[in-house]
């Protein structure tokens, strides 16, 4: 085995170990009760654990094109799935009716304001980027023989 992958493995391998040592000592003081959510929670609480496996895909993703220059075509849906996300977590958490938690609505706010900006960014580049490459896109042709002549 090379050394490069020994090393990931290794690593990834203690970081499993200490996730597990952890979701062990909080069961261990938490058991079963983590998982009777009130009601009005579960809306925040599945938005959230969606968007940490949307930042964590994307991580991951962005770790894929940087080392091995593949995924590549799964970037710009994955960052506009994971703002999407963060937009609806932002909502869910402003819509949270905890009394006292006007903490959790400011950074609902925050978080909705900075995911639209960002989405609406996003978008504004894609559509920017189409306008600006597709009518010279759209002058060439594809001949018989599957070469690309500019059409006069």
Do not use: H
Request: charged share 15%; glycine share 6%.
């Amino acid at each position: 085995m090379k050394k490069n992958p020994y090393t990931w493995l290794l690593f990834f391998l203690g970081l499993y170990a200490a996730s597990v040592l952890l979701q062990s000592i909080i069961n261990q003081l938490l058991g079963f009760q983590l998982f009777l959510l009130d009601k009005k929670y579960w809306l925040v609480f599945f938005t959230g654990a969606f968007y940490t496996a949307c930042n964590l895909c994307s991580a991951l993703v962005f770790y894929t094109m940087l080392e091995f220059q593949k995924l590549a075509n799964y970037s710009r849906p994955l960052l506009l799935l994971t703002l999407g996300i963060s937009a609806l977590y932002g909502l869910s958490l402003i819509l949270l009716r905890a009394k006292g938690n006007r903490w959790l609505k400011a950074t609902g706010a925050f978080m909705l304001v900075i995911g639209l900006i960002f989405l609406s960014a996003i978008i504004r580049y894609i559509a920017f980027f189409r306008l600006l490459f597709f009518p010279i896109l759209g002058e060439l042709e594809l001949s018989k023989d599957k070469r690309v002549v500019a059409a006069v």
